[in-house]
Structure formats: C-alpha cells, structure tokens
C-alpha cells in the first residue's frame, strides 16, 4: 500500500516539473558572448535593461596590409538611456570607432590595418540597454 501512495505522488507531481527555457538564438539576456580569435572577432549582447561597463583584449592578429570588415547591427533597441556606446580603440591607445547606441543600426565598413591601426580592445558600456547589439570585426 506504501508503494501505491508513493507512485501516486511521484506521478502527481510530474506535470509541475519545469524545464529551463530554451533559446532559440544561443543567447543569454544581460551576458554578453564574445568569440575571440586570430582572424575574428565578435561581441553579441542580447540586453534587457542591462547596465554594464565591459572591456575586451582583442587577439585579432593583422597585418600592415590587410583589410578588416566591421559591422555593427543593433536590432529591437527600445532604452530610455542616451549613454550606451561601443569604443573600439587601437592597440596604440587611439580610438578606432565610438558608436553612441541610440537606435536600430546597421552599419558596416572595410578599412585597411595601414588606415585605421591595429585593433586592441573593444569596449562596451550599457545603461539600462534593451535590444539586440552585434558587433564584429574579421581580417579579409
């Protein structure tokens, strides 16, 4: 009789089990995912309110004569704030590009190493950010 009450319970509390959510998109809100390597790299930040300063040491490896693409895309951007931005500067300390987030963005360029300098680091800095912000920059 022990048994029976026991699979009773056990069976009853089976519909309550909760599984975690699934993304679909491979991100986590308010955690930024960086892939960092020496032809690529890329800063993705699914943000909900997020505020946060971030720095980022970039092992992206050029040569004086490559070209590097950057693109920048900023998706379902809804923030009350004015002072979220993306700095990316040079490995000599110069600033590459500042991009002040204040709305849905697409934006890309390809630049010679010998025009704009070596990257370094790149640089993220969000108050109260709510959207979608993907940002990255490859040797050609």
Known sequence: MR??????????MLPHCVAPPEYSDGLLEN?????????YFSLSILGDQYTADHEWDVSLAPTESDVLLQT???????????????????????????????GDL??????SVSHIGFPGEIAFSGKNFTGRLEYQILKK
């Open 3 to 12: 048994r029976f009450y026991i699979l009773i319970l056990s069976v009853s």
């Open 31 to 39: 955690i930024p995912a960086i892939v960092d390597a020496s032809d």
């Open 72 to 102: 920048l895309v900023v998706k379902e951007f809804n923030s009350s704030s004015d002072s979220t931005y993306l700095l990316i500067k040079g490995a000599d300390g110069d600033t590459i590009l500042t991009a002040l987030i204040m």
């Open 106 to 111: 697409n934006w890309s360029s390809e630049d």
